[in-house]
């Protein structure tokens, strides 16, 4: 539907891409952004492993934001995949806003990331991020740091988990988009098929109740998806992948508790995400070194995916 905005030319809509090292929060400011769960967040570094994109659209603008894998060293074929994923989408974009967690130090990792973003044409806001965990002093040290490192057209501070100035970086960015069209239909939250999320709600299930290696040598895949229009009911079939034989032990748990526990969860979510009942059936498979092994990789969707 074209609205009286678009017509009148002032419509406007663009890009916005959040990148930062590992654990930044950038996965949990685009679901404050967007009102709704759509991403998964947990404390394990290198939980988003995807580039999505997630849609904010009001009667004046349309905020289309890329979410990224954090950008860090990478130690394995996973990791440049994440890497070269999150570096892709600074290209082509209206805004890059860069998030720095204020309550880490700023460090090499972070230098690392601003010099990717240098490069970028794109107008670039910083945000400091978990401003409800900032010490006295903090909030103005990371400003400083990375504003000699890299120069900014705007900062905001913000606190995704409690909400706070949301609002303030709504605004300071859609001020940079250009007038343009809805470049998806209303309602439209995600750009991530469903299975894609299915698989993404599962595997944060895996991160958020496990721990060690298990959570890093996980990939999730799903096998099939049924919908009953009549009972409202999505039954979807679902592997875990590990590593070695001592992480399936992990994930099934003691008389098969964890997986339980997991799917449960997941479930829960998903019901959430979907305004549907949902039937989850997981099992576990071992496959060794998959993270060594690109096309394992791309199977699974990481990445750049397939
Ligand atoms: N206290 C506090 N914690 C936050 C805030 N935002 C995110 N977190 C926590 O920080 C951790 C990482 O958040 P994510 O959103 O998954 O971080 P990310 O940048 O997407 O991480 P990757 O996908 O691994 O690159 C999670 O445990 C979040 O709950 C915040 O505003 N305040
Ligand atoms: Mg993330």
Redesign the pocket.
């Known amino acids: 539907m074209t609205g009286m905005a678009e017509q009148g030319g002032g419509f406007r809509s663009g890009f916005v891409t959040l990148v930062?090292?590992?654990?930044?929060?950038?996965?949990?400011?685009i679901n404050a952004i967007v009102g709704k769960k759509i991403?998964i967040?947990?404390?394990?570094?290198?939980?988003?492993r995807h580039r999505f994109r997630a849609v904010l659209d009001t009667a004046a603008f349309q905020l289309v934001l890329v979410?990224t894998?954090?950008i860090h060293k990478p130690i394995d074929a996973l990791g440049e995949e994440l890497n070269h994923s999150a570096v892709k989408a600074l290209e082509s974009v209206d805004v890059v806003a860069l998030?720095i967690d204020v309550s880490k130090p700023f460090g090499t990792g972070d230098v690392w990331v601003a010099d990717l973003v240098k490069n970028s044409r794109a107008k670039k806001v910083l945000v400091i991020?978990?401003?409800?965990?900032a010490q006295p002093g903090q909030i103005e040290a990371q400003i400083e740091r990375a504003t000699q490192k890299l120069i900014f057209d705007d900062v905001v501070v913000?606190?995704?988990?409690?909400g706070v100035n949301i609002d303030a970086f709504v605004s300071t960015v859609t001020a940079y988009l250009p007038p343009g069209p809805r470049w998806f239909p209303q309602g439209t939250s995600t750009d991530q098929p469903l299975e894609v999320v299915i698989a993404e709600f599962i595997r944060e299930k895996i991160l958020t109740h496990t721990f060690d290696e298990v959570p890093h040598a996980v990939g999730v895949a799903l096998e099939e998806l049924e919908y009953d229009p009549k009972k409202n009911l999505y039954s979807a079939y679902a592997t875990i992948y590990v590593e070695r034989d001592s992480q399936k032990g992990i994930i099934i748990g003691k008389g098969g508790e964890k997986i339980k526990t997991i799917g449960t969860l997941a479930r829960q979510d998903l019901a959430h995400f979907l305004a549907a009942r949902v039937y989850l059936d997981l099992r576990v498979k071992v496959r060794k070194a998959w993270r060594k092994d690109a096309n394992q990789i791309r199977r699974f969707g990481y990445g750049e995916g397939a």
């Open positions: 930062g090292r590992p654990n930044a929060g950038k996965s949990t400011l991403a967040t947990s404390n394990t570094p290198q939980t988003t979410d894998p954090g998030l991020s978990k401003a409800d965990l913000l606190s995704a988990l409690d």
